[in-house]
Structures are given as C-alpha cells and as structure tokens.
C-alpha cells in the first residue's frame, strides 16, 4: 500500500506540472489556423555548378527542411516549383529571422591540417579531406570545466581519415573551420581510433545547439537565394479551430458520461484518469514544440478514444472476474492483467502505423501521426497505471458489497459467491469438475 500511495502522489506532482507546463508555454498552431509565411528561395548556379540538377533540388529540399525544423514537429511545408525555386511555408510562431540565416548560412565543416616550416611552426593551412559529410552524428555536450563543447561522431570513412590524420599530426594543431571561420584548434594528443571528436570554443548553449543543427542537416548542396517572402493567411481559420474544439469537447464529454452511466465508479476513476491523460499528453506537445494542425488535433482526440478503449477492456474483464466468484482485490488485478496483452497488441499495432505514416507521410500526415503516438504511448501509462493505482487506492482488499457500483445485479454475485462455494466445499471432499 506504502508503494500506491507513493505512486499517487507521483502521479498528482506530475499532473500539476503539466497543468503548469499547459498555462506557460504557448501553444503552437499550424498554417491552417492561424497562417504564417511564405518564402520562395531560388537554387543558384556557380563557377564548379554550370546546372542544377532535379537530384541537386531534392538535397536542397531534404537539408532545408532539416534546418527549419530538426525535430520534425514545426509543420514546415516545403514543395517545389518550377526547375529551380523551392516554396516554404512556416508557421506564424516561426521565427522567421532565424529562418532566414538557417536558409543563407552553407554550412561547410571541415578539418585542415597544419603547414609547418623547417622548425615545427604552423605557417599556414591546408584541406585534408575531412569534412562534414564524414560526419555522422553531432552532439551538444560539456567538458570537464563544465563549458559547452560540440561532440562529433564520425562515419566509418571518416573514422580512417581521422585516425590518420591524427597520427600523422601528432603533436600539432589541427584546425576546425565551420563556414569558413576557425572555431577551433586543438592539439592531437594521440592518435583516435574510434571515430570521436570534440570541439571546443567558448560556445553559448545557444551557438552549439545551432551549431550542432547545422551540422546534422548538412552542407546546402547547391547555394540558394531568397526571392520573395509574404504572410499568408489561415485555410481553415479561427472558425473551424472553434468547431474542432467544440467536437472534441462534445465528444470527451459524451465519453465521460457513458463511462460513468455504464461502468458507475470504475468509470469516475477512468474519466480521471482520462483527464490526467489529455493533461500530461497536451503539456509534452508544448515541451516538444509541436505544432498542431487541424489533422494533428484529430489524432490527439483519437489517442483520447483508444485511451477510453483500454479501460473499456480492462473493466470487463474485471466484471468478467467478479461475475466468477473473485474477490474485489483478485478481480481488479487479474482484469488488469488479462486485457494488458490485449491493449498492447492494438497500442503496438497503432505505434507501427504511426511510425510508417510519419516516415512516409506529408508534412500534415506526420503532424497526424506524431500527436497520435505521443497520445498512444501515454494512454498505457494512463490505463495501467493511474487506473489501477486509483482504483486498489479506493476499494483497497474490500469486498464487493455493492455490485451495483461496478455496474453489476446483485443476482450476478450471489451467483457466482454460491458456485464458489460450492466448488470449495466439493474441493474439501477431493471432488473437482
């Protein structure tokens, strides 16, 4: 009991630092709410690129998108039109000065080697093949001193180029160069083997972050210039974003209310748990940044009807469980645990889909498929966890007296209370059925 009352109050802290999380952070809405911008940018031609070619544009597109929007949650709308202008619509919450810099900044991360006189001193520097396309992965992290440092992993090229050059350099600087500015210069101390590299340079949180995106998304692989820019206007509006709360209000609140006519207290327990639900999934839509659209407001009222679903399955099963004779405490856990396998099959089944759908899918799909998974994965914790920790919290190891609080007929109990006995006084004589 000491371990539930623990898990309670855990889930009441958690709960109000979402409530808390809800009323500071503003929500972000998508173009079709509330509008944005629209930047049309221009793929240019160089000295080295005579032409632009439609493989060139489509790395344009994909490191552009990765700039914007990292994390995949902003509804960034990028398309192409013509041979070679891209068309980039943002949200109004954007900022759109850093917009601007992420589209005009290339990006270059490269390594060069020192060129040393007769005595050992670095004149001057030169290419040495490694750059950021070795790159795999890049990482805020600290240091030792607690300053902020840029960790970099190295593909497997790039890890033989590194190796290489720091044997070959041991002893002398190596120097860093990110857009064609040195940021770093450290001395190779021995020669690395495993791929790792870290940058220091007196970075911000805020430059390394920036840094680190850069990084990630890639080189421009072809330079572009802004052409136009304008605000657009919302598709759908404050009108339909009114509707859609009206129907999802509508909608939870008919839920609410069939729960408790149908399944009476454990059906108040579920629509707290339901509440507590919507909270935490709605506050870690605000921490993650996601901005929803009018598709990703449908599937966080979907995730609200599977979360329902799984009670659903769970208080059957413990009807099922009272029907045969078991006592109260026996009957809400092995109802918890015979619809679990149940729960997460579907859960599992509907995680899968979200993800093919988001890795797949349009911008306003993957909007979809996010707030559903998100909302999907937080139903089983709501369902198994607050339901069952409530619902041993307020019968405790009771006896069902009033079946009619778990929507039952006395005549169901006395029913099952009778075969039960019967089944034990047979057990005593060493008669089974």
Not at 80 to 108: M, W
Request: glycine share 8%; net charge neutral; hydrophobic share 45%.
């Amino acid at each position: 009991m000491r371990n539930k009352i623990i898990l309670f109050w855990a889930i009441i802290i958690i709960t109000i630092i979402s409530i808390a999380l809800i009323v500071v952070k503003p929500t972000r809405l998508g173009l079709d709410l509330k509008g944005g911008s629209r930047i049309v940018i221009e793929a240019q031609t160089t000295e080295t690129i005579a032409t632009v070619t439609q493989d060139m544009m489509d790395a344009l597109k994909f490191t552009i998108g990765k700039r914007i929007d990292p994390k995949g949650v902003a509804e960034i709308t990028i398309q192409q039109i013509g041979e070679r202008r891209l068309l980039i619509e943002i949200p109004k919450d954007s900022n759109l000065k850093e917009v601007r810099e992420k589209l005009s900044q290339t990006a270059e991360l490269e390594f060069k080697k020192p060129i040393v006189d007769e005595h050992d001193n670095v004149v001057d520097w030169e290419s040495s093949g490694l750059t950021g396309s070795d790159v795999e992965k890049a990482e805020v992290g600290t240091d030792q001193a607690g300053h902020w440092v840029i960790n970099l992993s190295f593909t497997s090229q790039g890890s033989r180029k590194f190796a290489k050059l720091t044997k070959e350099f041991f002893g002398l600087p190596m120097a860093i160069y990110f857009n064609g500015t040195s940021i770093s210069a450290p001395v190779i101390r021995a020669e690395i083997t495993d791929g790792r590299c870290e940058i220091s340079g007196n970075f911000t949180h805020e430059d390394a972050q920036k840094t680190v995106d850069y990084i990630n998304a890639g080189a421009l692989p072809v330079p572009a210039k802004i052409l136009e820019e304008n605000s657009v206007s919302p598709t759908l509006g404050e009108d339909s974003l009114n509707q859609s709360k009206f129907a999802g209000m509508l909608g939870i609140s008919l839920v609410i209310l069939f729960m408790i006519f149908y399944y009476r207290v454990p059906g108040i327990i579920a629509d707290i748990a339901l509440v507590i639900y919507s909270l935490i999934v709605f506050a870690i839509f605000k921490v993650a940044g996601v901005t929803l659209t009018l598709a990703g407001i449908a599937g966080f009222i979907l995730s609200i009807g599977m979360a329902v679903d799984a009670n659903i399955l769970i208080f059957e099963r413990t009807k099922e469980e009272l029907k045969s004779g078991r006592t109260l405490f026996t009957a809400i856990n092995s109802g918890f645990d015979r619809a679990f396998t149940s729960i997460f099959d579907s859960n599992m089944s509907t995680i899968i889909t979200c993800i093919i759908l988001y890795c797949l899918g349009s911008n306003i799909v993957k909007g979809f498929a996010l707030t559903l998974a998100i909302g999907v994965i937080v139903s089983m914790f709501s369902a198994i966890t607050v339901t069952k920790n409530f619902m041993h919290l307020m019968f405790g190891t009771k006896q069902l007296t009033r079946p009619g609080l778990f929507g039952l007929k006395e005549s169901d109990i006395n029913e099952a209370y009778s075969a039960s006995e019967t089944q034990r006084e047979k057990a005593k004589f060493g008669v089974l059925d």
